[in-house]
């Protein structure tokens, strides 16, 4: 019994802990950047919990892991150095969601947002050239997964109500002049996103507290139970008593 609730509750632990409680913030919110340019990543926990540290992590392109304090501020960024994949994780070996980040040293950069857009929204991705006096008009291409989709003379394009069919790697050139590196864009669902987790918590919740509850419940239960023991005990032994007392009642008189 005492065994079984204990499995119970491990295993209630460890469900508890690999749920995610963190997310990886990227301020300002774009997948690529020039040389020398700045930005932030950071690490915001949803829930706090005492005795967990969570870094921002780093992958670089050469594949090697390093890691920030819990934000990341890169004042002049380097591609070598700050192009990689970003993400949060923690001492216990928990990790949030990740996003890339492309530092170049070209002409070209796309402005597409890092973090996950929801379904729905309209996104803007803004095609910059470095050397660019604004008011002058070039023509811009789009292109989602190779294909030129779209184009415009201002640098930018809106996608409408996105969706997933909308996720893709795009790039954007610039006539005359270089084409930007690659990005992906990821679209999350707006029911899945909010409404998963706040079903997964109110479960967690509810999953955490239910063994308090249980155990409440089971010692109340083993109370009763050895309060009607003892009373029984009680009963037979004033019963037992009795008997003997009417032994001696009965043997009393004969002796
Ligand atoms: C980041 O880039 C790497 C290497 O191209 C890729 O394996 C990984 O899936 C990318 N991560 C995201 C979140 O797109």
């Known amino acids: 019994?005492?065994?079984?609730?204990?499995?119970?509750?491990?295993?209630?632990?460890?469900?508890?802990?690999g749920s995610p409680k963190v997310s990886v913030t990227l301020s300002p919110n774009r997948s690529q950047f020039f040389k020398r340019e700045s930005f932030s990543v950071s690490c915001e926990e949803d829930e706090e919990e005492?005795?967990?540290?969570?870094?921002?992590?780093?992958?670089?392109d050469d594949g090697e892991v390093s890691q920030c304090a819990s934000s990341c501020s890169i004042s002049a960024a380097y591609?070598?150095?700050d192009s990689g994949e970003y993400w949060c994780?923690?001492?216990?070996?928990?990790t949030s969601n990740s996003f890339?980040?492309?530092?170049?040293a070209g002409p070209v950069v796309l402005e597409i947002p890092g973090l996950p857009v929801t379904e729905g929204d309209d996104v803007v991705l803004r095609c910059r050239l470095q050397s660019h006096t604004s008011g002058w008009a070039i023509y811009t291409a789009f292109y989602r997964d190779g294909n030129i989709f779209g184009g415009s003379y201002?640098?930018?394009?809106?996608?409408?109500?996105?969706?997933?069919?909308?996720?893709?790697?795009?790039?954007?050139?610039i006539f005359g002049s270089d084409k930007s590196p690659e990005s992906k864009l990821t679209v999350r669902g707006r029911g899945s996103a909010a409404h998963l987790l706040s079903v997964f918590t109110l479960l967690r919740h509810l999953?955490?507290?239910?063994?308090?509850?249980?155990?409440?419940?089971?010692?109340?239960?083993?109370?009763?139970?050895?309060?009607?023991?003892?009373?029984?005990?009680?009963?037979?032994?004033?019963?037992?008593?009795?008997i003997m007392e009417m032994e001696h009642c009965r043997v009393y008189p004969y002796t």
């Open 207 to 242: 999953l955490v507290g239910s063994p308090f509850l249980l155990s409440t419940i089971l010692l109340g239960l083993i109370c009763r139970d050895r309060r009607k023991v003892q009373q029984a005990k009680r009963s037979r032994q004033t019963s037992t008593a009795v």
């Open 100 to 104: 890339n980040i492309t530092v170049t």
């Open 154 to 173: 201002t640098g930018n394009i809106t996608l409408f109500k996105v969706s997933t069919s909308d996720e893709g790697q795009y790039k954007c050139g």
């Open 79 to 81: 591609p070598a150095t």
């Open 89 to 94: 994780g923690n001492q216990h070996g928990a």
């Open 1 to 17: 019994m005492e065994m079984s609730s204990l499995c119970l509750l491990l295993l209630l632990n460890s469900l508890h802990a």
């Open 50 to 60: 005492p005795g967990t540290t969570w870094t921002v992590m780093k992958r670089t």
